[in-house]
T-cell receptor, first 116, second 113 residues
């Protein structure tokens, strides 16, 4: 079945450590996104990518980095500069906006990151 | 800027009750509107969508109508089940060239048997 796979499901980070969250999709979608979800809040956009080798900052990009070397993959690195990284991280993908602004985003099952 | 406001939760209902979760929005242009559902420990699933004024999205017994005059997209279901317990998010994508989904804060729904 086509879908989005995020791994790992749970991740623990030590102080001062960088960690990388994986996101892979086999939906042949051009656009991919990373969101952060905090308790009682909606999702906030970290980074997004419309095409391979291109990505843009979202609303809360500080302390995060991404790469888009392959269409299927959009890994997110949470760097030591992110002072409050504990959250639920969701990856999503969609067909390119050029196909219509109403293209829905499809989500993975998320990675829960905690600080040791 | 664009924003979405949902009714505050949590909402607790008995099985077979009528459900309404209010959602209003502020946006430039002509947004597309979405409802997503999140079950415990999972990502978000698209529940329904509407792309222009007076459109009605529907799925699994849930409905929402795009009301431009009141800038609203309220979610309704006539008879809820225990399995509907989840967090519901209203979201918009503003305009044809928009990339970003703007989410409401989510409404936690619990259905008691």
């Amino acid at each position: 079945d086509g879908g989005i796979t995020q791994s790992p499901k749970y991740l623990f980070r030590k102080e001062g450590q960088n960690v990388t969250l994986s996101c892979e999709q086999n939906l042949n979608h051009d656009a991919m996104y990373w969101y952060r979800q905090d308790p009682g809040q909606g999702l906030r956009l970290i980074y997004y990518s419309q095409i391979v080798n291109d990505f843009q900052k979202g609303d809360i990009a500080e302390g995060y980095s991404v790469s888009r070397e392959k269409k299927e993959s959009f890994p997110l690195t949470v760097t030591s500069a992110q002072k409050n990284p504990t959250a639920f991280y969701l990856c999503a993908s969609s067909n390119r906006v050029g196909g219509g602004g109403n293209q829905p985003q499809h989500f993975g099952d998320g990675t829960r990151l905690s600080i040791l | 800027g664009d924003s979405v406001t949902q009714m505050e939760g949590p909402v607790t209902l008995s099985e077979e009750a009528f459900l309404t979760i209010n959602c209003t929005y502020t946006a430039t242009g002509y947004p597309s509107l979405f409802w997503y559902v999140q079950y415990p420990g999972e990502g978000l699933q698209l529940l329904l969508k509407a792309t222009k004024a007076d459109d009605k999205g529907s799925n699994k017994g849930f409905e929402a109508t795009y009301r431009k005059e009141t800038t609203s997209f309220h979610l309704e279901k006539g008879s809820v089940q225990v399995s509907d317990s989840a967090v519901y998010f209203c979201a918009l994508k503003a305009g044809q060239g928009a990339q970003k989904l703007v989410f409401g804060q989510g409404t936690r729904l619990t259905i008691n048997p």
